[in-house]
């Protein structure tokens, strides 16, 4: 597949796996390339209207795939291993940025997506292409409100309408990303999982924003990022947030990012430019 081409939507074949991919704004060649990295639970559409946004507001391009056994990529087998991001970020992201020749990237990672992005930048794998990290409510180690409220996830899922909602995203993949997340999170050996290590390989500049209210993890998680990351950290603990700013505080989460984006020194200037295809 080549730069040029660009389409908007299609698959990727990553080592025998079909991963759905949305690309909007300009292509790889004419402008760096926001990279969406979903959350534990997310997908393509998760993402909603954001990327669109994105893409206007900053006039870079954005990438945005699912990860297998969510949305409409191919199913992983289960349980899914502790492990399972540090694959996601060490072999599966460098095999999609080379699938579709992305040549200046900002990863841009919600949840599980931006402790898969910390993995990348600080595991040895950017190659010069990585520009900047915007994390959204990031995890660089377990903690017990984030195994209290996925436990409580998983009675809801088994007991409410929540199956019901996210088959709306994920199709017939709904039990496997499910239960891939929930029961890895669940499972004893998770307790001890742990990503501080890659933190001073990080020396791309950071933006990290979390909800003073998120479910999931506490201002720990900040703390970590900023005493160890080797580059600039900007870190922001939004007040009246919860787990997903970009859902629950879009205006200042666009804005955080867009002015991130202008201040990074990036090799080719964006400005807003016309979608790829259009």
Do not use: K
Not at 160 to 169: C, I, K, N, W
């Amino acid at each position: 597949m080549t730069a040029a081409a660009c389409p908007r939507e299609g698959f990727l074949e990553i080592e025998g796996t079909r991963l759905e991919y949305h690309w909007l704004g300009p292509g790889p060649a004419a402008a760096p390339t926001l990279v969406l990295l979903h959350e534990g639970l997310g997908c393509v559409a998760m993402w909603r209207d954001f990327p669109r946004q994105l893409a206007a507001a900053t006039g870079c391009g954005v990438l945005v795939y699912s990860r297998a056994g969510y949305g409409a990529s191919d199913p992983v087998p289960l349980p899914r291993p502790v492990s399972y991001m540090h694959r996601e970020a060490l072999e599966v992201l460098p095999r999609v940025l080379d699938a579709l020749e992305v040549r200046e990237a900002i990863l841009v990672g919600h949840s599980d997506g931006g402790s898969i992005a910390l993995i990348y930048a600080g595991g040895g794998q950017p190659g010069g292409r990585l520009r900047g990290l915007a994390l959204l409510a990031p995890h660089v180690f377990n903690e017990q409100v984030c195994v209290d409220s996925i436990r409580a996830a998983g009675e809801a899922y088994a007991s409410t309408d929540l199956r019901q909602r996210l088959v709306r995203y994920h199709g017939d993949n709904v039990d496997v990303a499910f239960r891939g997340w929930n029961d890895v999170w669940l499972h004893p050996d998770f307790w001890h999982w742990n990503i501080e290590e890659y933190l001073p390989g990080v020396r791309v500049p950071v933006l990290v924003l979390q909800g003073e209210q998120d479910e999931y993890g506490t201002a720990r998680q900040l703390e970590a990022i900023r005493a160890q990351v080797a580059g600039p950290v900007d870190t922001r603990l939004l007040p009246g947030c919860r787990h997903a700013p970009f859902r629950d505080q879009p205006e200042r989460t666009l804005r955080a990012l867009t002015d991130f984006v202008a201040a990074l020194e990036l090799p080719a200037a964006t400005h807003p430019r016309r979608d790829c295809g259009t």
